[in-house]
């Protein structure tokens, strides 16, 4: 089984990116996880990590050789939530100038967005609210990260260039995203030509998001500075902190994560072309 995973790194990511997707589309269509109080899907998540440590074991390898050993995680994860913040900063003040430019209006909100248990959407304030999302975003990122930053580049990498494995892996990463919108489409919220705008819009997003990620991991060595940036996107900047004018909530919400992230790749992709170490 080693030796078959080895030699065909691409298909085996490609197989492994099936079996957690069916799972991810269980979850999305039948689970709904987040849709009762716990409002996240997380149970996939949890799945993919179980298979990711199968998989490892089977290749005889621990969390270390793809990037999530113990070494230097606290002052990676630091980084990373620094390099979101930053840039994230950034963007809550230009869409907050747009806001009030156009309505007059805008103030922010600390709150998480959640279901109660009669299936009405409430904002939850409590503690034990911000806590679970933190937690099941943790997981959230342990897996994708592990997955496909960690996993798929420690295969892809001894077959192929660092440039064509981030690209195929942004390309999953992206598709990996497209079930939101299609969930959307086939429950009559978004017409066909929404969705394939707003899929063609994820799947770029996301694989650029991947692309800056896996830049992370070639530059450090290790996954945690990229996952503190992608806990920071995930937790606070489209669950926890938001934007309010006239009453609503979020309505610019894409484009924040478009000028944060674009922001955030820009400077990544700038100190790594200034290094001229070989990352490349």
Not at 33 to 43: H, I, K, P
Not at 64 to 78: C, K, P, T
Not at 179 to 204: C, K, Q, W
Not at 224 to 235: E, S, T
């Amino acid at each position: 089984m080693e030796k078959r995973i080895k030699e065909r790194p691409a298909l085996s990511c490609v197989i492994l990116f099936c079996l957690c997707g069916a799972a991810r589309w269980i979850e999305y269509f039948f689970i709904r996880t987040d849709e009762t109080v716990l409002s996240e899907n997380f149970l996939h998540k949890v799945f993919g990590i179980a298979v990711l440590a199968v998989v490892l074991r089977i290749l005889r390898s621990g969390w270390g050789d793809i990037g999530l050993g113990r070494n230097g995680a606290v002052a990676g994860i630091g980084k990373g939530l620094l390099l979101g913040g930053g840039c994230f900063l950034i963007a809550y003040l230009v869409e907050a100038l747009i806001l009030y430019r156009a309505n007059g209006s805008v103030s922010f909100a600390f709150y998480v967005s959640g279901f109660l248990l009669d299936g009405e959407t409430a904002r939850q304030e409590g503690p034990l609210f911000f806590i679970l999302c933190v937690l099941f975003n943790l997981i959230n990122v342990w897996m994708e990260e592990g997955m496909f930053r960690g996993l798929f580049m420690k295969l892809l990498a001894e077959k192929r260039p660092f440039v064509d494995s981030a690209l195929f892996i942004a390309f999953l990463f992206g598709l990996w995203h497209w079930v939101m919108p299609l969930r959307d489409h086939m429950e009559g919220r978004i017409s066909l030509a929404n969705l394939l705008v707003m899929g063609a819009g994820y799947i770029l997003l996301a694989g650029i998001m991947s692309i800056k990620w896996s830049i992370l991991y070639r530059m450090t060595g290790t996954l945690w500075m990229g996952l503190g940036d992608h806990l920071f996107n995930n937790a606070v900047a489209t669950n926890m902190l938001h934007v309010i004018s006239l009453g609503e909530a979020d309505s610019m919400q894409v484009v924040r994560v478009l000028i944060g992230q674009s922001l955030s790749f820009f400077l990544v992709a700038l100190y790594c072309r200034r290094r001229k170490n070989g990352i490349f």
